[in-house]
């Protein structure tokens, strides 16, 4: 059951002209007048109103003319006017008892479950009062009404587009789709029913399906929003969001002078995502009770913009009913859990929430599914594991930075630092390259590859700051752990006279080890002797010390007897 109004209908103006009483001219002008019916027809929901509130004009006496006018107006969106025209009509005391289920669905409509659900059980127990609370049920997460409602449900074609719409909207799409097919197969006149068939394709992401099942039903109602939506979703999955765009053009055309996208809240959404985000903060609230996309797009838009509080509260009694809902789950806690050392109970879920998705039968063998076994293992710190799942997708990622990032810093989880530098290098987005943490782990995987110039380098270029300080302790204990003894006295050095600066002195014996390993490597012909003769002036400005003494006695006496002068 969508939501059945929309404002798109408010922007289709009648041409016809309301006549004036008497006169010939009045009378020719009423002659060509469309009837109800017609309006009807065409779902000219405004054309229909203006004609029923003139009620002078109205001469069908099958129906009473406040009853079709609260029905054009549900149709035309305006549920709180059908509300009140129904109101109006239950003040007689004979009323028709039914209107307590015609208000009701005005209710739903306007997402007031609890009202809806009042309303409807004043009214008798019809067919249309069960399909409503058969899904007011499904809203309100009720599972005991809604098994009572769904045994309640016939084998009439409404009542069978209900169940499939239920179908759907619990994520059962290929239940949907079967129902669909066989009321489709039963009853040829229901074209409609191939935009839903198209809706559980698209779902199912069989995207040139529902193009090719939509192109029929388009041909023949050039003008259905809802087709036309379909249909650019679709493009916007297959190619991109300007071409999605492109989708709604022929249907603003048809709407001159009328912004489609501003007056439909289905159009004005999906436009927002086709657009990366662009007016989302206006547009995404306000629909997140109507449409379950909403909230979904809304917790992307959080995310994207790292606001990871506002996307937890959003998610956080989010009920998943398909993969990529856990899989979105799953990334929020997983960031509210790196967030902050006592977040370890998210972090906990979305490892969880990743095992779930990748290890069901239906995601093990997709690339999501490899994907999120490779999380839940990274969570975990299982690099081995991550690895064999993120080699087995390789290929489809070679330039996604996100890819190159968890593949590299798993590589070097497992000590494959030649892997991970190639990852880490292949990043090109600018906000991970100047980010200190990639910083810290391309200073790594380069001091383990025996690229410690390189490394060296990446310090020079950074501004002073506490993180500039993180990167050169890094750097003077990875580089003495490697060997790396020349650019671990350069770092031990500044970290020195830092601490000197602090009345501390506990860099001065991790200096002195670096320039003996500098001497013992001239001495196996590793190093030369320019960075000796840099590595003894280094140690000679620290002071007097006896300790520096020996050593510089000892380097020159080995000088001396190897002629050369230092």
Known sequence: MLRPGSSMSKAKQTKAAIPASGGMAARVVQEKMPTLEEYVKNRDWVGAISLLENEQNFNDSRAEPKLWLAYACFHNGEYKRAIQVYDQMMTKSDYNKEIHIYKACCFYALCQYEDAKRECSKGPETPLSVRLQFHIAHKKNDEKNLMTYHHKIQETVHDQLCLAAIHYLRGHYEEATDAYKKLLLENREYSAINVYIALCYYKLEYFDVSIEILSSYLNQFPQSVTAINLKACNQFQLYSGKLAEEVFKPLQQQYEGINVCADNDLLKHNLVVFRQGENALKVLPPLVEI??????????????????????????????????????????????????????????TAQQLFQLVGSSASECDTIPGRQCMSSCFFILKQYEDVLVYLKSIKQFFQNDDDFNWNYGIACAGTGDYKEAEEALAQIQSEKYRSDDIYIKWMTRTYIMNGKAKEAWELYINMETSSESFQILVLIANDCYKMG??????????????????????????????????????????????????????ILTNTGDNPQVEYILKIIKKWGKENNWKI
């Not at 830092?498 to 009345?503: A, C, I, Y």
């Open 291 to 348: 449409f379950p996309e909403a909230k979904l797009n809304l917790i992307v838009y959080y995310l994207k913009n790292e606001d990871i509080g506002e996307a937890f509260n959003l998610v956080q009694d989010l009920q998943p009913t398909n993969p990529k809902e856990y899989i979105l789950k799953a990334v929020v806690y997983a960031m509210k859990g790196q967030s902050s050392p006592d977040q370890k109970e998210a972090l906990k």
């Open 484 to 537: 790396h003894f020349y650019y671990a006295a350069k770092a031990f050095d500044i970290l020195q006279r830092l601490d000197s600066d602090n009345g501390e002195h506990e860099y001065e014996d991790a200096l002195r080890g670096s320039v003996v390993g500098v001497f013992q490597m001239v001495i196996t012909s590793k190093e030369t002797l320019d960075h000796l003769v840099e590595v003894i002036n």
